[in-house]
């Protein structure tokens, strides 16, 4: 995997977005997969968007709750997509594979000291599936992914270009822009079923932060993503947006998980709300 660099030393924009995207189609979900989701009626027999999204929303309070990096979610939603693309699971079968890619992506992002034991993470996630029912499902994610698990994500393409522009931009529109921002409207993205069909280097724009001719992508198909992307952030600003309960995300645990649970676990924090303005 090619990891993006900035400052002195680094390699130049266009040589490590021509390295990302070259990457990109490796690691691409298997479209015709998506697309039996997407159609697939929610009837609790088969997979749907609706219970993808679901999961995705319920693996970023996760995120928060242990407090680990934006890669890392990223890359969770990467596998997940991926593997529900190649494979048809079964609604009941949704949350191990959910965890798994969590897990998968949290050992590989993470520092090893951060990282939680599978038990704790099926506890605090409150499934009913053991540790061993855990391995063997990430043993099967594993092998139908090919091993292939650190893959160009959409946070790397926007960590690419927020550099890049950076040096084109004066110091209001540098706070109006500000990564971790960003961040937060990709994460808004990623709980969205219709990105996961859109190639890695188109899905992570903002409208605000698009530029024409920035990225090799048609016009048609630039006007399109910003258009999606413009009515995901604003539906998630309403009310009506299905966006995780508070309550849930202070994950009501036992006395007896909570003895059980490293001290750090302790700090529990909230999903952030994305302002007004962004959208």
Not at 206 to 221: R, V
Request: positive net charge; contains cysteine.
């Amino acid at each position: 995997m090619i990891d993006t660099v900035t400052g002195p030393g680094a390699q130049p924009f266009a040589v490590q977005l021509k390295a990302l995207t070259d990457l990109e189609g490796r690691y691409q979900p298997k479209l015709s997969g998506l697309r039996l989701i997407e159609s697939a009626q929610d009837n609790g027999l088969r997979m749907t968007a609706r219970l993808r999204e679901l999961e995705v929303k319920d693996l970023l309070s996760l995120t928060r709750f242990f407090g680990f990096s934006s890669e890392t979610f990223s890359l969770a939603i990467s596998l997940l997509d991926r593997f529900l693309s190649v494979m048809k699971i079964q609604p009941k079968h949704l949350s191990c594979v959910g965890l798994c890619c969590f897990y998968i992506a949290v050992k590989s992002s993470e520092e090893e000291k951060n990282v939680p034991l599978a038990n704790d993470l099926i506890r605090i996630s409150q499934n009913r599936f053991t540790v061993s029912d855990m391995m063997r499902m990430e043993k099967i994610i594993m092998e139908k992914l090919y091993w292939k698990v650190k893959a160009p994500t959409a946070l790397r393409f926007l960590r690419l270009f927020h550099s890049h522009i950076q040096e084109q931009l004066d110091a209001e529109s540098k706070k109006i822009l500000s990564l971790e921002r960003l961040e937060a409207q990709l994460k808004a993205c990623h709980c969205s079923f219709v990105f996961s069909k859109i190639k890695v280097g188109q899905n992570n724009w903002s409208p605000s932060i698009l530029k024409d001719g920035l990225f090799l992508i048609k016009d048609g198909d630039l006007v399109c993503v910003r258009e999606l992307v413009g009515k995901c952030l604003a539906e998630y600003a309403t009310t009506k947006c299905s966006k995780p309960i508070r309550q849930r995300l202070r994950w009501t645990i036992s006395g007896r998980t909570a003895r059980q649970l490293k001290h750090s676990y302790y700090k529990i924090t909230h999903l952030p709300t994305i302002p007004e303005s962004a959208c």
